[in-house]
């Protein structure tokens, strides 16, 4: 019986292929549009975790002032060195600490020239961030200590400047200040939010404040907390320090910050998450609008079809069989369009996700959840023709013309 529905069916849908076409566009377009939107987001959502990972995720950063969603700014005084050195001795747990100061320069070499970022600090910064170098070394302890203008180069100054040639040893030029290059580190490229990782000139932090800068401030901390350590008691253990330190009574609002890096890589995760959600669940509406364009094709062919609908059930053909008819044709319309929306879905998810360098990843219960959707969409929305044809008077549908 139901092979026999089947056929009936497909011949039924093939009698009337343009309009059969029109009637799963919108199932296509639903199914296709919410595994693009799913996989595309969790794509990007893959990309920025890795990237914060990359960070570290047992690190902290502390910076002046209170910033953050509902929170009003506190302005504040910068930190200090003695600030950096406090941490090192009094905050146990800490793999490295390393005070951070930018600012964007011009460097220049033989003609060549690029406006970067300059970064003033000290070696903990290349162990917190795990930047490695590809060629020469990092800071002595006596270039660290003097205040020497010694450079390491991130990849796109040194190709800027360089190209092919070896810059160890070199000297270039940041704001006319003179700076031997001791190193280059290894490329990072880009984070999600488009910065170029790579695109900065590193200097001892003391040689940045009497060279460049020309103050002592500390704008911001690094810390990495070791491997198995606490992160919740030692930013509770900063927090504690760092309001001692800055005379903050008790009640009186903190004037700087401590973020949890692994904090903010849930809060990101949660936040992408829910976005994903929401743009699947948008694109699910046109799933229902799919439907109720099978819907009303299907109350049409049983308007048209009433004469045929008439003979099968004069003949002796039963109710549930002329209703398996048209809820097969129902299904087999939503079906085909879920299939073609997979097959869509995946290649829009695929191109985009390629253009926007970001991973490609599939989720199977989505695009699964999503062609059984269509499949549903299909009896859901074929109920209604389909007891209407099985209803009809047999004598009635005989008059029809």
């Given at each position: 019986m139901i092979v026999e529905a089947l056929r009936l069916a497909l011949r039924a849908l093939a009698r009337n292929p343009l309009r059969s076409f029109l009637t799963v566009l919108g199932i296509v377009i639903g199914v296709g549009a919410v595994i693009a939107m799913v996989t595309i987001g969790r794509g990007t959502q893959a990309r920025v975790t890795a990237d914060l990972a990359r960070l570290g995720t047992n690190v902290l950063f502390l910076l002046p002032g209170q910033v953050g969603p509902g929170?009003?700014?506190?302005?504040?005084?910068?930190?200090?060195?003695?600030?950096?050195?406090?941490?090192?001795?009094?905050?146990?747990?800490?793999?490295?600490?390393?005070?951070?100061?930018?600012?964007?320069?011009?460097?220049?070499?033989?003609?060549?020239?690029?406006?970067t970022t300059i970064t003033g600090t000290d070696n903990?910064?290349?162990?917190?961030?795990?930047?490695?170098?590809?060629?020469?070394?990092?800071?002595?302890?006596?270039?660290?200590?003097?205040?020497?203008?010694?450079?390491?180069?991130?990849?796109?100054?040194?190709?800027?400047?360089?190209?092919?040639?070896?810059?160890?040893?070199?000297?270039?030029?940041?704001?006319?200040?003179?700076?031997?290059?001791?190193?280059?580190?290894?490329?990072?490229?880009?984070?999600?939010?488009?910065?170029?990782?790579?695109?900065?000139?590193?200097?001892?932090?003391?040689?940045?404040?009497?060279?460049?800068?020309?103050?002592?401030?500390?704008?911001?901390?690094?810390?990495?907390?070791?491997?198995?350590?606490?992160?919740?008691?030692?930013?509770?253990?900063?927090?504690?320090?760092?309001?001692?330190?800055r005379g903050i009574r008790p009640g009186e609002e903190d004037d700087f910050s401590v973020r949890d890096m692994r904090e903010l890589v849930r809060t990101v995760e949660a936040t992408s998450g829910a976005l994903t959600a929401v743009l699947g669940f948008v694109a699910a509406v046109s799933l229902i609008v799919g439907g109720i364009g099978i819907m009303n094709i299907m109350l049409v062919s049983v308007t048209e079809r009433t004469r045929e609908i008439g003979i099968r059930l004069a003949i002796g053909a039963l109710e549930g069989q002329v209703m398996a008819q048209f809820l097969i044709e129902a299904v087999v319309l939503s079906g085909v369009g879920g299939a073609i929306?997979?097959?869509?879905?995946?290649?829009?998810?695929?191109?985009?996700?390629?253009?926007?360098?970001?991973?490609?990843?599939?989720?199977?219960?989505?695009?699964?959840?999503?062609?059984?959707?269509?499949?549903?969409?299909?009896?859901?929305?074929?109920?209604?023709?389909?007891?209407?044809?099985?209803?009809?008077?047999?004598?009635?549908?005989?008059?029809?013309?």
């Open positions: 929170r009003a700014t506190v302005a504040a005084r910068p930190f200090t060195d003695r600030d950096v050195q406090a941490i090192r001795e009094q905050v146990g747990g800490l793999e490295a600490v390393a005070p951070v100061a930018h600012l964007p320069a011009t460097a220049t070499f033989a003609g060549a020239s690029r406006i903990a910064l290349f162990a917190v961030q795990d930047w490695k170098l590809a060629s020469g070394r990092f800071f002595t302890e006596g270039e660290v200590r003097s205040g020497r203008t010694a450079c390491i180069l991130g990849a796109t100054v040194k190709d800027a400047l360089f190209g092919a040639e070896d810059p160890i040893e070199k000297t270039i030029r940041v704001k006319k200040v003179p700076c031997e290059v001791v190193g280059v580190l290894e490329s990072k490229g880009q984070s999600s939010f488009g910065t170029d990782l790579d695109d900065t000139v590193v200097m001892p932090l003391r040689a940045f404040q009497r060279r460049l800068s020309g103050n002592t401030e500390i704008p911001r901390i690094y810390v990495a907390a070791r491997e198995g350590a606490d992160t919740a008691r030692i930013q509770a253990e900063l927090e504690r320090l760092l309001r001692e330190r929306g997979v097959i869509l879905g995946l290649a829009v998810a695929g191109a985009t996700t390629e253009a926007l360098a970001v991973p490609f990843r599939i989720d199977p219960e989505v695009v699964a959840g999503s062609f059984l959707f269509s499949a549903a969409i299909g009896v859901l929305f074929g109920w209604l023709p389909a007891r209407r044809a099985a209803r009809l008077d047999p004598i009635e549908a005989l008059r029809r013309e």
